[in-house]
């Protein structure tokens, strides 16, 4: 007697991976209302909305990117020359681009985020736009592979087991949700006579996996510039007002995911970026924060699996064994660490004094990862743009800009690496990045200190091919006498495990006296086989 357990895993192996950088260019106009610009002081983006479609292996892509310009027009009698605007919906940036796909039989995923936008003045009322997106997609192929655990026998059989942890996709999406908050314009801020721009950065997210939920909680940093109302009612000079974790004012959000399959010891790793960000104000002492968040969250289970290779029986006994080979994801790694990077920049050479920060924009990083022996390297590369007041003690004040990743200045540059015992080239990885804080000090007239603070998700694995043992059962020696010859003619769905299980042979005997392949799946239909007449070939 000899009694299988076996075990079922629905594996996702991954055919082809591929980042690729893609670069649009246009025009956007200035309303007419708007004053000509003279320089632009700072421009950021957010990936609004992208869509995508896969045909004839080729990846569509459109979308739209709501745009934020602040600039230095010309000047008008009793208005502060500094002007800010923002482009939305198809007035805004749209793009389309097509990306070849190799020929695979396969399901295709994607995911793009914006990484550096710039805007140049052409005419008076016309910029050109230079955005830069990184498109990232995958082939991948999902199997279900069936295998035996473990056996139960009287007789002495010894197993051979293979023992790792492997993972199952459980679950995946991708969702946005809108955060609404007013503000008041604390004191000694002065009231507001107009916005001109602002920053919003999610911090300090945390992720818990329920029953048949997924709940993203964080915090919204907001960063407001705007043009202070005097007390004859007149536009004065540039304001800041910042509601952050330090000062407590930054805005809680909560985003819920239904997910049917979620429970407690699921693996979640998610991604979150801003959609969208504008700041509205009705009332010189307050404004209203219109926000959007977008979430891209996937489960995993992670299972420790022993798995048999092989069965020996002892002398005299006959096992026939059903062997498959499977290729089977096994987990090396999963942390999560918190990598800071610091930045002592000075102003370049040609630029004016720096008196008071304004604002501080950084764009989605650039990021690479590379695994080596024990560890896994991260660098990246990301834009920043800092808006000063410019101008020493008795000097009038200006509004100025530099960008780093910008024209002839470098985009800031950083690499930190995470000890991995265990892992080796070659192997796959996926890395998460969440912005945890993000802090700009002004160090003196020439100097700024940045300090970004990531969350980074990592988990290393590899692929695994292993013969398993689908299948295994006693032959027993037949009882009484034997036919001399038994022919049997293959119908629908044979192979050679069922009929060797109906004559009680072995799959090794009826190959070898019909000149079969071991690994043949369903047989010709019809075929003739001559059953042996005992299981030892």
């Given at each position: ?214 709940t993203i909680e ?146 989605n990083p650039k990021l690479d990862w ?168």
């Open positions: 007697m000899l009694t299988c357990h076996y075990e079922q895993l629905a594996l996702e192996k991954t055919l082809f991976e591929h980042r690729k950088d893609l670069k649009v260019t246009g025009e956007l106009r200035l309303p007419e209302e708007y004053p000509e610009v003279e320089q632009v002081l700072s421009a950021h983006g957010y990936l609004a909305e992208v869509k995508g479609e896969i045909a004839e292996n080729k990846l569509s892509l459109f979308g739209m990117l709501e745009t934020h310009l602040i600039y230095r027009g010309k000047e008008e009698l009793d208005r502060t020359p500094v002007y800010g605007l923002t482009w939305k919906g198809p007035e805004g940036v749209n793009f389309t681009a097509e990306i070849e796909l190799p020929e695979l039989n396969a399901e295709w995923d994607w995911h793009a985020r914006l990484v550096r936008l710039s805007l140049q003045p052409e005419t008076g009322h016309t910029l050109t736009y230079q955005l830069e997106l990184e498109v990232m997609y995958r082939a991948r192929k999902l199997n279900r592979v069936e295998f035996v655990k473990g056996i139960e026998t009287e007789a002495k059989v010894e197993v051979l087991a293979e023992h790792f942890i492997s993972e199952e996709p459980v679950w995946s999406a991708k969702v946005n949700r809108e955060v609404v908050n007013n503000f008041a314009l604390s004191y000694p801020k002065p009231l507001a006579a107009r916005i001109l721009g602002c920053q919003v950065v999610p911090v300090g997210a945390t992720a818990t996996v329920a029953k048949e939920r997924v964080g915090k919204l940093e907001v960063y407001l510039m705007y043009l202070a109302l005097t007390d004859d009612g007149l536009e004065g000079g540039v304001e800041v007002q910042k509601w952050t974790e330090e000062n407590g004012g930054a805005v809680p959000f909560q985003i819920v995911i239904d997910a049917p399959q979620a429970a407690k010891d699921l693996s979640l790793n998610y991604e979150l970026w801003v959609e969208g960000a504008q700041m509205y104000s009705s009332l010189p002492e307050n404004c209203r924060l219109q926000a959007t968040i977008g979430v891209k969250a996937e489960l995993y289970k992670t299972r420790q699996i022993s798995a048999l290779v092989d069965l020996q029986p002892e002398q005299g006994l006959l096992v026939d064994v059903n062997r498959r080979t499977g290729e089977l994801v096994e987990v090396l790694a999963e942390t999560e660490r918190v990598f800071t990077v610091e930045k002592t920049l000075s102003l370049p050479g040609e630029s004016k004094n720096l008196r008071r920060i304004l604002l501080a924009t950084v764009a590379q695994v080596e022996q024990d560890q896994l390297v991260l660098t990246g590369e990301t834009r920043f743009t800092l808006v000063y007041q410019a101008g020493g003690d008795e000097e009038p004040a200006g509004i100025e800009a530099v960008s780093w990743g910008d024209g002839e200045e470098e985009p800031l540059t950083f690499g930190d690496y995470l000890e991995l015992p265990g892992v080796d080239e070659g192997m796959s990885a996926r890395v998460y990045l969440n912005t945890n804080r993000l802090k700009v000090e002004q160090v003196d007239e020439r100097t700024v200190k940045l300090l970004l603070e990531y969350n980074a998700q990592v988990k290393v694995t590899q692929v695994k091919t292993l013969t398993l043992v689908k299948d295994s059962a006693l032959v027993l020696p037949p009882e009484g006498p034997q036919p001399s010859m038994i022919f049997y003619f293959v119908q629908p769905g044979d192979t050679l495990w069922r009929i060797a299980r109906r004559y009680n042979t072995t799959m090794a005997a009826l190959a070898g006296t019909n000149k079969l392949s071991m690994d043949e799946g369903e047989l010709p239909v019809g075929k003739k086989l001559l059953i042996p007449k005992t299981p030892v070939v």
